[in-house]
């Protein structure tokens, strides 16, 4: 989504890429103007949107419309280089998806929808229930690394953030999403952090939406499915939108 700003401290970084292969799931966020240089999918139909309905969450098959805009932070009066993202869904659509699973239409076990920074120590319960079996199980999501200031004023070195599962009568699996030599949270921005945890490809497991930035201005919404995970992990990058803002 569009973040204006009117000054911006350091390097403006303007456009990124990702720099990792092509990932199978499609990633846009409906309802702003964007960097026309970010947006690389194309719109129209058998897009998936993420949609708040009621106390939860639904996947709804909508279809997506993209049109020229102003691009306010690079364009002059008259110019469009930016891009709007329109989907025909009501309500407020957070994600959108297209590709890589199979997705279907209904209500979304939804684990966590608040948007979380954790420092060193801290976790996260993620609780739900296997569709089928109606099991309780649970995984826990947690950051490590070391401060070398107060909390929320200073650095942390290697900071990274795992998930761990804990089955019953067997050994726990770990699996590192995310690592950084240095984090800096002196200025109390930037940092990833976990926006939703759901089941969105309707397998029994957690799948994690992150941001997946270190820079305030930068958002890297990064999809993980449990559906395409290889080699015993837990989770596997599946899809991702990088966006700037000034």
Known sequence: MKRLCITC?????????SATAELPVKVLMPGGVFHGDEIKHEGGDGWWGLVREGDGFALRETRVTLTRANDPIVDNEGEKTGKNIVCDLEGEVLYLFKGGVAFKAGAVQTINATTQFLFPGEHVELRFKHPDSGRDQQWTYYAAGVATGAKGIGLIEGYTLAITDQPEGSQASHQALYSVKELDTRYGEGGASLLWVGDLDRDGKPDLLM??????????VTLFLSSLAKNRAMLEKAGELITTGC
């Open 9 to 17: 401290i350091g390097i403006l970084v303007c456009s990124m890429a």
């Open 211 to 220: 941001n997946l930035s270190d820079h305030y201005n930068v958002m890297n």
